[in-house]
């Protein structure tokens, strides 16, 4: 995970290090030598912290207790360290620009380092406990008039394995609420666990107590399958496996590339289950055709596809699914003036989408590698189906 944006966090450490050394401790203070090294010791220090985390061989350490810190660690000194320094440099800039002596980069930096922090605290305490249970009502023209009022219930991006310690709390309410909605179906729409199966182990009884009258689908997401290990392909190729066998264990239906009809007397849905279709460097394992082969096309298709960037790019063009249900984004975890850093690189993010009376639903799921969540709260989505004129 840090190896992905080692280069912007070794930024964040070096550049605000060296404008306080120079503008601060060397011009303004007059440090001696020995004491800037002081100075400088911490963002050396966080600085190899990074680098050994970034050269660790899985997507995150086994034991996660080292990757909180180090995010504790960025969130309480890195980032509010960088965002003064930038402010402070901007004004500092404005000051030589237009020859004036007050620094007002110093004041919106220090303004800005805080709120920092408080997205910080926030996020990782009271933010990453708020659960939402949002409730959408979708018509069709070709809906069977027997599903008018069907209740889909969907949840995504579970994460298990963060919920460890007094966080698994949290994830027995979630599953509480799930219960408690007593709807038609189920969905799960990827990512159960982080990187590995035994994340499963402590959790499988209260996964297997979800249920509804026509059962729990589900699908794999990209930390499903073993891309984020480093290991022999036989040991992946047995995670893979036993990932498959655990949620099967659950008593959910887990479709790979295939579909499954849910019947009311003579009509019928299907719901169809694509493995995820995703851009590199996420895992490419879908085939649509064969996940609807044998279906009408006059069927009501309710899709489960993990990455909803594949909506656009070969759901609509390549089949007639109705709705297609997504997580992968986690809504970005991160929403600022409902600006969310999701939004930069995918069209459809979180929420619901419509083109031309076909639907797509972006859940922004339950929970995710990094416990944080800033103006993003886990989500739980009931969706009532309903027959329009």
């Known amino acids: 995970m840090i190896a992905r944006i080692i280069l912007p966090i070794i930024l964040a450490i070096v550049l605000p290090e060296i404008y306080f050394d120079i503008h601060y401790l060397h011009h303004r203070f007059k440090y001696k030598l020995a004491k800037r090294l002081l100075w400088l010791t911490p963002g050396f220090l966080m600085l190899v ?3 050994c985390l970034a050269t660790t061989k899985n997507f995150v350490t086994d034991d996660l207790k080292w990757i909180n810190l180090y995010l504790a660690l960025v969130g309480l000194f890195v980032n509010p360290k960088a965002v003064y320094a930038l402010c402070s440099f901007i004004g500092l800039l404005v000051c030589k620009i237009f020859h004036t002596h007050k620094n007002w980069g110093n004041l919106v930096g220090l303004f800005g380092a805080l709120f920092g922090v408080y997205v910080f605290l926030y996020g990782y305490t009271i933010g990453f406990h708020k659960l939402e249970v949002n409730r959408v009502d979708l018509s069709f023209p070709d809906l069977p008039k027997t599903f008018d009022g069907y209740r889909i219930l969907q949840f995504s991006d579970a994460h298990v394995g963060t919920y460890t310690g007094k966080r698994l709390k949290i994830l027995n309410r979630a599953i509480d609420s799930i219960k408690a909605q007593k709807v038609d179906i189920i969905v799960f729409t990827g990512d159960i666990q982080n990187t590995q199966p035994s994340e499963l182990y402590p959790v499988q009884g209260l996964l297997s107590s979800v249920k509804a009258k026509d059962g729990v689908f589900s699908i794999l997401g990209n930390h499903d399958y073993s891309q984020y290990i480093k290991a022999d392909p036989a040991i992946k190729i047995a995670n893979e496996r036993e990932t498959i066998a655990r949620e099967r264990q659950f008593g959910w239906k887990l479709l790979l590339n295939e579909h499954s009809a849910i019947h009311r007397g003579k009509d019928s849905i299907v719901i169809a289950g694509e493995e995820n279709e995703g851009i590199p460097p996420f895992p490419e394992k879908s085939d649509i055709d ?15 596809q993990h990455d909803p960037s594949a909506w656009r790019r070969n759901i609509l063009p390549k ?15 991160l929403s600022i003036l409902g600006l969310r850093p999701t939004m930069f690189r995918l069209n459809e993010d979180r929420g619901l989408y419509e083109d031309n009376g076909r639907y797509l639903y972006v859940n922004a799921g339950l929970g995710g590698v990094v416990p944080f969540r800033f103006g993003v709260s886990s989500e739980i989505t009931i969706i009532t189906l309903h027959k329009s004129k």
Do not use: N
Request: proline share 6%; net charge positive.
């Open 49 to 51: 912290y990074s680098i």
């Open 319 to 333: 089949s007639h699914a109705q709705l297609t249900l997504s997580g992968h984004t986690h809504g970005g975890q």
């Open 290 to 304: 064969k996940t609807l082969k044998g279906v009408p096309p006059q069927t009501f298709v309710v899709m489960l």
